[in-house]
């Protein structure tokens, strides 16, 4: 299993930019799947929001509401995921996780958790 750690959050102005980092620590050899949620103000944990996705070959995910917008990459050399957020709005205000998923002995199921970093935009 591994331990996440994201950095980066704080607070822009609508059309600025932000870039959000999630280090990993662990057997990173076990991990498959990387990705970047987000809970809104109000929202339960069970509501976040996949909003880009990265796998173990490199493919990547967005939601609609971030395409062309975000983009997610990963350094596994650094162990490392990032976020580039560009154009950023109001309803981008959330707070952002980091999450990974894997095997362990390439048996055993996990998912890992960061603890967030909030992302506010003001209009």
């Known amino acids: 299993q591994v331990q996440l750690v994201e950095s980066g959050g704080g607070l822009v102005q609508a059309g600025g930019s932000l870039r959000l980092s999630c280090v990993a620590r662990?057997?990173?050899?076990?991990?498959?799947?990387m990705g970047w949620y987000r809970q809104a103000p109000g929202k339960q944990r069970d509501e976040r929001e996949l909003?880009?996705?990265?796998?173990?070959?490199?493919?990547?995910n967005y939601a609609d509401s971030v395409k062309g917008r975000f983009a997610i990459t990963r350094d596994n050399a650094k162990n490392t995921m990032y976020l580039q957020m560009n154009n950023l709005q109001p309803e981008d205000t959330a707070v952002y996780y980091c999450?990974?998923?894997?095997?362990?002995?390439?048996?055993?199921?996990?998912?890992?958790w960061g603890r967030g970093t909030q992302v506010t935009v003001s209009s």
């Open positions: 662990g057997d990173m050899s076990s991990v498959n799947n």
């Open positions: 999450r990974a998923d894997g095997l362990i002995a390439e048996i055993s199921p996990f998912v890992s």
């Open positions: 909003i880009a996705g990265i796998a173990s070959n490199e493919s990547t």
